[in-house]
């Protein structure tokens, strides 16, 4: 039999899909993420914006179109959101939430719609399929945050983390040479006194780079940042949440800091790592953002140093706090993304400048690699999976090329 994953979504749906597969996999299909003919289709839903929540069920019909016999498992957040846009579905055997994919394997061949898993509790899901080159291992779910733009709280529900033991002993099955760290927000996590500053420097003695998802600005302290660097295996590569510059916009996001705070934060890591990369988030044109506060986010792009910037147009998510506060014009949503990210281009190339005749340690993958701080290098003679030495010659559009020590 051959089953189909189609994932919509966040980094951590793909995490969940790829649990799925091998949960899959077990069971005795052929497991593949390829719109194709199959026996069964999982899809795992987005509903972060109201047009993902559309292509969501959207996808319902495309996976139809291969088999129109075959039975639809449904799942993830659109389908917490809204249940019942999917169950009327033609094809689909059941739903699930965002908190229920641990009852996805269990509940094949069954019908229905099925609440979601207890929040106060991590679900655990089978360890997801490896790459050669990475693997990607959940330490928590859900989020406390609540920022008014968003609804994954909502959906997801509140924080909790897996067990340190649990985590471990998944990280010491990994066969590739790097694990990223992932959750809707790891900076929370906890399970009992340890931390994630705890919990990275009890994976020290791991023979692996870790990687850690997305930040939030508060976890920088000095004492977290002395313990990764004593862990000695956490990549410095920093992806730290920032969403904007201006501080009347993050008060108006229910974001916990200021402008000044998080240029600290930045200034603190690199009194650590000299060479870290600092990556970010920001949306532009969220509701009753003028123009001076779009300028101080376009000034904070330099000011911080980014090596690299996701900029993306505010949409409004009905269900959030900011949804009734209305929108920001289309067309000037349009021009200050596009100056956003000509900005970060710029800043993107002042890092890649400053990396000029460095020495590296590569993660190399089937298109090229990564450094330890994030920059993706090409280097003749490299091949999947490979850890290499490499010297930093030239910067090119696609990142830099490196010459093999």
Known sequence: MKACVFTLGCKMNEVESMSL???????????????????????NTCAVTKEAEKKSRQAIARLRKFNPLAPVVVFGCAAAHAPESFVKKEG?????????????????????????????VFSELPVPKQSKTRAFLRIQDGCDNFCSYCIIPYLRGRSRSRRVQSIL??????????????????SSYRDGDTDLGGLLYAMREL?????????????ITREFLERIRAAGNVMPHFHLSLQSGSDSVLRSMNRHYTRGEYLDKCALIREYFDNAAVTTDIIVGFTGETEED???????VEEAGFSRVHAFPYSPREGTVAYKRGDTPAEIKKRRTAELLAAADRAEKIFLEKQLGKEAEVLFEEDGGYTENYVRVHAEGAREGELKKVVIKKI?????????L
């Open 21 to 43: 597969w091998s949960g899959l996999e077990k069971l005795g299909y052929e497991v593949t993420d390829e719109l194709c003919a199959a026996d069964l289709y999982l899809l």
């Open 294 to 300: 779009f300028q101080k986010s376009l000034s904070i």
């Open 207 to 219: 023979p692996l780079r870790i990687r850690l998802g997305s930040l939030e600005p508060h976890i």
């Open 396 to 404: 090119t559009d696609r990142g830099v090329i490196a010459e093999i």
């Open 169 to 186: 002993k998944e990280a010491e099955c990994v066969t590739a040479n790097e694990i990223v760290l992932t959750g809707i927000d790891i």
């Open 92 to 120: 689909v055997l059941f739903v699930s939430g965002a908190q229920g994919k641990d009852k996805v394997l269990a509940l094949l061949g069954k019908g229905g719609v099925y609440p979601d898993s207890d929040e106060r």
